[in-house]
């Protein structure tokens, strides 16, 4: 099976007629999101193609397969992050600083700055005294790395 176009999300589709489909999902890495040719198996052992036209990045729940029975979707390992809780706009622009002179890619939920773990990231948090926790998250779309130069 080759998929080169994703047409819905496992969002979009309603309960009811969710449950009654056997469903087959695909395990990814929140990095292999930004793939746009792979070659995946599903949980059942089906092989599938990714072959996207657009360069829009696959996300959590993405369907690859729909019909009357069944439903092939997306679904994504956890990820080892730190959600970065500050205590006001002071501490988020002070750690968004730190945090943007490493080039570091971050994702915001909510009142959260959410990275990658990283020890010494971890260790810069302790010693200014910011709130965070280390956890194993599904993120819904991978981090990106925004290029960027110092010319």
Avoid at 51 to 57: A, H, I, Y
């Amino acid at each position: 099976m080759l998929v080169e176009k994703i047409d819905k999300n496992i969002q979009d589709i309603e309960p009811a007629e969710l449950d009654a489909l056997h469903k087959e999902k695909v395990y990814l890495e929140s990095d292999d999101l930004l793939k746009r040719i792979q070659r995946v198996q599903t949980d059942h052992g089906k092989e599938i193609g990714i072959s996207l036209n657009e360069r829009k990045p696959l996300q959590q729940g993405d369907v690859l397969f729909h019909d009357e029975r069944n439903i092939i979707y997306i679904d994504l390992f956890r990820d080892d992050v730190i959600a970065i809780q500050p205590n006001g706009i002071h501490e988020m622009g002070v750690i968004a600083h730190q945090l943007g002179n490493r080039h570091l890619p971050a994702q915001f939920e909510g009142d959260e700055m959410i990275v990658q773990y990283d020890y010494l990231v971890e260790e810069l948090l302790k010693d200014m005294g910011i709130s965070y926790i280390r956890e194993e998250r599904k993120l819904k779309e991978a981090f990106k790395h925004i290029g960027h130069s110092h010319d």
